[in-house]
């Protein structure tokens, strides 16, 4: 997340620190010299708004057909440059972030709320850059389809700014393509910025780290500290207010005051690594509360890659996950070949998920958060084995509401219940969700119960089982315990009917009809379904471009939302 201020103070205080640079260029050149692409590493995050512009409707939740087509572009151009791309994306809000995450949260609430009133008013898409928003979800879909379209993706087990950097350092990579000011601290690569990059022409804009230590008169290897003593993720900025005032002779500086007496602070320590008495000497200048102390070593060190293990995932839950299930899932996370939240439920029992877009006025509707939370649950319940039976084997599918029998899951031993009464303990029989919904701003984390899959009359199976085991029984299994999951009771017999790609639609759609009060369940939003999953499949990008815009209100977008 940076350091706030830097970025315009550099582009107000420092423009000779913003260097252009031709990307193709810059790619042509490596190749003459080296005989191989060169490999720029990419913050997908910070590239999401780049990637979906402007151009691209938003309101009704997303082109995708459309966005393909954008993130096509986006890498051919630069494989005619010459320029191998290597993408990271997000796969955790670590815990000492989490208040910013949530602030951020809250911003983007409001935002939506805005956006309501003004589809309320207009009664068209707002144009005004402030009003924009990105459709719910891209991270995800972008990363599926940057995979489907052969580019290299990972998914981090932490803030993807560390892990972009040091696999820029190991793999002696061009630079990074982001915005984020860590970037400059952590001094691997170049650092190309995101934001300028004209996706087209790519040309964009190099920060200069020597520039900006000239320009503030510090060495480059104190950058780690300037950025700790300004406030970064570690140690935030009202934690240093005695101490700015105190450099500031009793004044609250602004930023541009405030970065030059920081830097000649910390140029006093020279161009070496502080010592163990350095940080010691720092914590007393810095901080009056003693309980702050360490945290300057912390948040420096955190520049210094060598010193961290990149990929590791620890345990924070206790450990009812199978090994062989917790590797795979962990593999399947850093290769971007999973949903984040599967190896988050499993290793943190935590889940977050941004603001819903929807009009939290309006009661047509309820929440999504809400609504769709017992398919989660009986996802918890799968991954911690809540309801598993100590007997041999698993019977078959009840026909609850009318749906009919079929064969249940079978084949292994009985496994002990995680039982869900008495205590909550995420990681065992709960999962604890940062969700916004009407009326709920998760300032603390929701403790959320697993729901065993009761519907299975074996009870839930285990986990291992459903993953490894080949066998036809098995894909059987696997296809009824997706049922039993999204509380789906449509006879087997017609799900065998329905094409492969139509089951998820058709189920969800199941669900909601059943859980939807029907004055709320209009039939726009069945046709919704209809046409987004059926009908589009029959147009290509510039077909659907070209389609009239549909007359615009807040019912409308609240419907298709749920698409």
């Not at 943190?348 to 006025?361: C, Q």
């Not at 603390?444 to 036809?472: C, K, M």
Request: glycine share 6%; hydrophobic share 35%; charged share 25%.
């Amino acid at each position: 997340m940076g350091v706030r201020g830097l970025q315009s103070y550099i582009e107000n205080h420092c423009p000779e620190a913003m260097v252009q640079v031709n990307l193709p260029t810059v790619g042509h050149r490596y190749y003459r010299q080296y005989r191989r692409e060169a490999v720029l590493v990419v913050d997908g995050m910070s590239c999401l708004r780049k990637l979906y512009h402007p151009g691209i409707p938003w309101i009704f939740g997303g082109q995708w057909k459309e966005y393909i087509r954008e993130l096509q572009h986006f890498l051919d151009s630069f494989k005619r440059a010459r320029i191998k791309l290597v993408f990271f994306f997000d796969g955790r809000v670590e815990k000492d972030k989490r208040a910013v995450w949530v602030q951020r949260r809250l911003a983007e609430r409001e935002k939506v709320a805005k956006i309501f009133e003004y589809v309320k008013l207009e009664g068209r898409e707002p144009q005004d850059d402030s009003l924009c928003m990105i459709p719910i979800n891209l991270s995800g879909f972008t990363v599926l389809a940057l995979k489907s379209l052969g580019a290299t993706v990972y998914c981090t087990t932490k803030e993807a700014d560390f892990e972009i950097s040091k696999y820029c350092g190991d793999h002696q990579c061009l630079g990074i393509l982001g915005q984020d000011t860590d970037y400059i601290f952590y001094n691997m690569g170049e650092y190309f910025s995101s934001q300028y990059l004209d996706t087209r022409s790519l040309i964009t804009v190099s920060y200069s780290r020597e520039v900006l230590c000239r320009k503030l008169r510090i060495p480059i290897s104190q950058l780690p500290l300037l950025a700790s003593l300004l406030g970064n993720d570690v140690i935030s900025r009202p934690d240093l207010a005695d101490f700015h005032q105190y450099l500031a002779k009793g004044r609250v500086p602004g930023f541009p005051r405030l970065i030059q007496i920081v830097a000649n602070y910390a140029a006093y320590f020279g161009d070496r690594l502080l010592s163990d008495k350095d940080f010691r000497d720092l914590d007393s200048d810095v901080f009056r509360d003693s309980s702050k102390f360490g945290l300057l070593r912390k948040s420096v060190r955190s520049y210094y890659l060598e010193e961290e293990t990149c990929h590791s995932v620890g345990w924070s839950t206790p450990q009812t996950i199978n090994q062989s299930v917790l590797e795979l899932a962990e593999q399947l996370h850093l290769n971007a070949e999973n949903v984040p939240s599967v190896l988050n439920i499993m290793v943190t029992a935590e889940v977050d998920s941004g603001v819903s877009f929807e009009d939290e006025s309006s009661p047509s509707l309820p929440s999504s958060a809400v609504l769709l939370r017992p398919i989660k649950q009986r996802q918890y319940g799968l991954t911690y084995g809540v309801g598993r039976r100590d007997r041999n084997g698993f019977g078959e599918l009840s026909s609850e509401k009318g749906g009919t029998s079929a064969p249940g899951v079978r084949g292994q031993r009985g496994y002990a219940t995680n039982d869900i009464r008495g205590e909550l303990i995420p990681g065992k029989n709960a999962v604890r969700e940062w969700r916004f919904h009407k009326g709920h701003t998760p300032h603390e984390p929701e403790i959320v119960p697993a729901l065993p899959l009761d519907r299975l009359q074996g009870g839930t199976p285990p986990l291992e089982y459903l993953w490894f085991d080949q066998s036809p029984q098995a894909d059987d299994d696997r296809l009824l315990t997706y049922l039993a999951c999204m509380d789906c009771t449509i006879s087997m017999a017609s799900i065998h009917q329905i094409p492969p790609e139509l089951l998820l639609p058709c189920s969800v759609l199941h669900y909601l009809v059943k859980h939807v009060d029907a004055a709320a369940f209009r039939d726009v939003l069945v046709n919704a379904f209809v046409a987004v999953n059926v009908c589009v499949s029959l147009y290509d990008a510039d077909r659907l471009y070209h389609l009239p815009d549909p007359l615009l209100s807040k019912d409308r977008v609240t419907d298709m939302k749920l698409r």
